[in-house]
Structure formats: structure tokens, C-alpha cells
Nanobody, 125 residues
Framework: QVQLVESGGGLVQAGGSLRLSCGAS????????MGWFRQAPGKEREFVAV????????NYAESVKGRFTISRDNAKNTVYLEMNSLKPEDTAVYYC??????????????????WGQGTQITVSS
């Protein structure tokens, strides 16, 4: 079992930056790829980024590529999402997720067994 807790959300102006953190409990954290998803009101949950167990491989949604950076620190059981050049359309609840079925290519929410509670990001124009 893995428990995930996100932090770092808030209100930011367009063009600004934020860094999200996701702390994980459980000794298996370093074995799993970790993903970030987001869900805007009235929309389906969508993939943002995923990072493999070592941090050597990352994969991003086209909408965030070049602006967001996913990273991890296995010694701290934490995964990060650095978000730059934020746009109003980035407004959403952001979730970190993982699970034994996740691979470095997993983009479907159904592939992820464990989820955090989410943190709200609001980007004002």
C-alpha cells in the first residue's frame, strides 16, 4: 500500500510558476514510476507527466511539454512537478499517482492504483 499527499498548490498569475510536491509513504515508492494528472471542472482527469523509478525517463502531455518538469527524490520519497509559464487553462486539481501496473508510458488513469487527495492550482489571467 502506498499513500500519497500533494502540496504546493495555490493561486498564481498567468506566466507565473509553482512547484508541486507529492510525498509518499511505503517502502515500495522507489520501485514505481510516478505520474501527475489534473482535472478541471466538468472535464475528465487527464495525464500530465510520468517519471520512471530512477528518474532517468520522463514523458509529458503535449499541452505541458517545455513548461512543466517532473522529477523525483527517492531518498525523500517525493516526486515534484515544476510548472512554469502557467496559463489559465492549467487551472485544475492536480493529483499524483502510482501503482504496480504503472510503466514509463502509462497515461491512462486506470493504470494507476494509488492516488493523492489532490491540490488546487488556479491561474488567473
Amino acid at each position: 500500500q502506498v499513500q500519497l499527499v500533494e502540496s504546493g498548490g495555490g493561486l498564481v498569475q498567468a506566466g507565473g510558476s509553482l512547484r508541486l510536491s507529492c510525498g509518499a509513504s511505503g517502502r515500495t515508492f522507489s520501485n514505481y514510476p510516478m505520474g501527475w494528472f489534473r482535472q478541471a471542472p466538468g472535464k475528465e482527469r487527464e495525464f500530465v507527466a510520468v517519471i520512471n523509478w530512477s528518474g532517468a525517463y520522463t514523458n509529458y502531455a503535449e499541452s505541458v511539454k517545455g513548461r512543466f518538469t517532473i522529477s523525483r527524490d527517492n531518498a525523500k520519497n517525493t516526486v515534484y512537478l515544476e510548472m512554469n509559464s502557467l496559463k489559465p487553462e492549467d487551472t485544475a486539481v492536480y493529483y499524483c499517482a502510482t501503482g504496480p501496473a504503472v510503466t514509463s508510458y502509462s497515461r491512462r488513469p486506470g493504470d494507476y492504483a494509488y492516488w493523492g487527495q489532490g491540490t488546487q492550482i488556479t491561474v488567473s489571467s
